[in-house]
Structures are given as structure tokens and as C-alpha cells.
């Protein structure tokens, strides 16, 4: 049994030690907020992260508050098609879905509760030591948590602990961010008002699709059904923009929006108040060595990338399902911080790499890039093998640049 001490609850977080303490480990589970709880828009639900709350045994619980996704599509102004992504076309019954950031914390935070662990919030870790106990973690009100035999550090993209640590690391500050908000909305992403190729889309008009308006790769709109009767929208834009963009007020945004995407109406009809958007921007984040003896690194402290994949947390719940297993089956931490590595190297390299090489395709200012993508994109789906490559990408289950299928 090891004396755990786990830094950030958020979804690499709680997973991790929900895992480690049902196979019998000590766990100490500290968060800077005061208080537990989710922020952020909605997310995407992939292959890879249903795998893993299968496996908790929380799938269903956390599907029947989703929101089943057939497709993810995206569309110029004009109304013309840039890509549809079918699921189906991979597999069967192949889904990804929308789900409120709330929704999967707390199914998750619910088993973290079945378990005796040791769950501090309020904890914000400012000083790292090392004794023959093992690792004492300092608090910034100057308390000592510990020892512990190793950590891990789950507290995000601006992690502390990585920097505490010492790990050589790469940042990427975009230079584009998203206002989102989530509101009411019964998820009809493809009502299409423009009655562009309706004639010969007989799914035209149904729920259960990711919507994407863009204008080469200078303006983003998109529309995730969340189930609930919720909806998450966002706008992309140029984080210089951020604050010209809330001085002009809210009328002024809400009739830009609707000109650029139709489907956005429904939504704004909720929005009384420029606060209701939040805006959020975006880093990428490489380590070169994400553990040394006694501390290793998982989910966004590791390898935050842009949400453009939609891959994040369902990353961040892979690493901590498969360190947990590394953890069972090796005879000291060092051991599984490398059988882990090893074992989960090509898969985030594979997805961080993609991430970070198509952003700039959809939000840059290299309008180039916009031009190349909106004459190449629509192309790639009739290449058979590039069709399922990209399908196996979205899907979460691409286990690196030359390599199949990952096994969940």
C-alpha cells in the first residue's frame, strides 16, 4: 500500500484516486478552490473516455444526462459543407456526446466519496521537500501535508507542482481564445435556415450534432448539444479582441453572432447580460519528462492542447485509468512511472502533435492556412485509408502516428 498524495480534483484528479484507494492505497486528494466543483463548457465525450467510465461503472449515469452526438459537422457562412464527420462510418452505433463539465464531475466526485479518502480543498501548493518519509507538500497558508510516497500532479495547464518539480517544459499561449456560455437550447444543431443541401441530407434538421459556421480561419461559431435541455455555445476570437468585444456590449455581439450562424437564435433569446459569456483562452503544453522518482504529471499539467479535437478529458481520465493499472502491476512507483510512460508516450504525443498542427488551421491570423484547409479538407474523406485514419483520431483511439487502434 502506498501513502498517496494526489494535487488538483478536477477529472485526471478524481479519477486517479478513486482508482488508487479501490486498490487499497492512502490516498490524500488536495485542491486549491475552497470550494470542489466543475467549471468550464460543455465538453465531448469520446470513445476512449466511455471506455474508461465504463469501466468505473458509470457510463450510463453519466449518458443519461448527455447529449448522443451522430455527427460533427461544419459549414461555411455560405452555407456550403467543409467536412461532415459521421460516426457511424467508423463502426456501428459509434457515438460521441455532449455533456455539461458538471455532469461527469460529479459522477466522478460521487465515487471518490464511496472511498475513504482524504479530500482537502482550500490546499494550494506553493513548496515541494523531499526526507527518507518520502514527500511533504506546503500549502500557501503554510501547512504541511505528508509525507507521501509519491504524487501526482493533476492541477491543470497552470500547474504549480510541474513547476515546483522542476520539468523542463514548452508553453504555446494561442493567440485565440472562445467567449462560451451554456444556456438552455434543445441541441437542433443543424435546423439549417439557410436550406442548404436539404434535398439530400435526410438527417437534415435532427439533434445529436456538433455544429461548426466558420469563415475561412478568422471567425469560429459552434453549437454543442449538451443533454438536459442544455446547449454550450461558443465564439472564437482573437484573445487582443477580448476586450474591444465587451466594450461595444452585448447587442452589438449577440447581432454578429446571429448574422454569422442563424442556428445561434434559439440560444441568444437566454442571454440578458454580457456576463453570462466567459471567456477562456488557451496554451499548449509539452514536457519533455513527465515524472522524476517521486512525482508524476497527468492530464492538462502534461499536455494541455487546444479544445479543437475535443480530446482533452477523455486524455486526462486515459492517463489516470492506465498509471492506476501501471501502478498494480509494478513493484515500485519508478517502475510504473516508466511502464506508464511507455505505455502512454505515442498515444498523447499522437493527439498533443495533431492538436497543436490544426489550430492555426482553424483560428490564426495566417489566413493561408484557412485557405488551404477549405480547399483540402472536403477532399481528405474520399481517400478510404485517410478517412478512417481521421475517424479513428476523432473517435479518441488513435494510439499514435504509425499505429492502429488503441486497446480500451
Known amino acids: 500500500m502506498y501513502r498517496v498524495g494526489i494535487v488538483g480534483c478536477g477529472v485526471a484528479g478524481t479519477t486517479a484516486a478513486y482508482l488508487l484507494a479501490r486498490d487499497g492505497h492512502q490516498i490524500t486528494l488536495l485542491e486549491r478552490a475552497p470550494k470542489l466543483g466543475p467549471i468550464g463548457a460543455g ?87 523531499q526526507n527518507a518519509q518520502g514527500v511533504v507538500l506546503t500549502d500557501v497558508l503554510g501547512r504541511h501535508h505528508g509525507p507521501f510516497d509519491f504524487v501526482i500532479a493533476a492541477d491543470g495547464s497552470r500547474s504549480r507542482l510541474r513547476s515546483l518539480s522542476g520539468f523542463k517544459t514548452s508553453i504555446t499561449e494561442y493567440d485565440h481564445g472562445t467567449l462560451w456560455l451554456n444556456a438552455p437550447g434543445d441541441g437542433v444543431a443543424l435546423t439549417n435556415p ?75 433569446e437566454f442571454v440578458i447580460d ?39 478529458i477523455n486524455l486526462a481520465m486515459m492517463d489516470a485509468w492506465r498509471l492506476a493499472a501501471a501502478i498494480r502491476n509494478c513493484p515500485t512507483p519508478v517502475s510504473a512511472f516508466q511502464s506508464f510512460h511507455k505505455l502512454q508516450r505515442d498515444f498523447v504525443r499522437y493527439y498533443s502533435t495533431i492538436t497543436y498542427l ?23 474523406p474520399h481517400i478510404p485509408l485517410v478517412k478512417r485514419q481521421m475517424l479513428m483520431t476523432v473517435c479518441g483511439l488513435k494510439s499514435g502516428f504509425f499505429r492502429g487502434q488503441i486497446k480500451v
Not at 503544453?285 to 515524472?291: A, H, K, M, N, T
Not at 490544426?358 to 481528405?380: E, M, V
Request: aromatic share 10%.
Open 358 to 380: 490544426l489550430s492555426p488551421f482553424f483560428q490564426s491570423d495566417w489566413w493561408i492556412l484557412g485557405w488551404g484547409r477549405d480547399w483540402a479538407l472536403p477532399l481528405l
Open 43 to 129: 465538453i465531448l465525450l469520446q470513445c476512449s473516455g466511455q471506455a474508461v467510465l465504463r469501466y468505473l461503472g458509470i457510463l450510463d449515469r453519466v449518458l443519461k444526462h448527455a447529449a448522443p452526438l451522430v455527427e460533427l459537422y461544419a459549414r461555411h457562412t455560405s452555407g456550403g459543407t467543409l467536412i461532415r464527420t459521421r460516426f457511424d462510418d467508423f463502426a456501428l452505433g459509434t457515438r460521441s456526446y455532449g455533456v455539461h463539465r458538471g455532469v461527469l464531475f460529479n459522477a466522478l466526485y460521487t465515487l471518490v466519496q464511496s472511498q475513504p479518502i482524504d479530500i482537502r480543498p482550500g490546499c494550494e501548493i506553493v513548496g515541494r521537500e
Open 194 to 268: 439557410l436550406n442548404v443541401e436539404s434535398a439530400n441530407d435526410p438527417e437534415a434538421g435532427k439533434t445529436g450534432r456538433l455544429l461548426q459556421v466558420v469563415e475561412r480561419n478568422r471567425k469560429l461559431f459552434g453549437l454543442l448539444p449538451l443533454g438536459d435541455g442544455m446547449v454550450s455555445l461558443y465564439w472564437g476570437l482573437p484573445v487582443r479582441e477580448f476586450k474591444e468585444v465587451k466594450n461595444r456590449g452585448l447587442d452589438v455581439l449577440k447581432r454578429e453572432i446571429l448574422k454569422f450562424a442563424p442556428e445561434s437564435a434559439p440560444v441568444l
Open 274 to 312: 454580457m456576463e453570462q459569456f466567459l471567456f477562456t483562452s488557451y496554451r499548449h503544453i509539452q514536457v519533455r519528462q513527465r515524472y522524476d522518482e517521486r512525482v508524476i504529471l497527468i492530464g492538462d499539467s502534461a499536455h494541455a492542447m487546444s479544445p479543437h479535437l475535443g480530446q482533452g
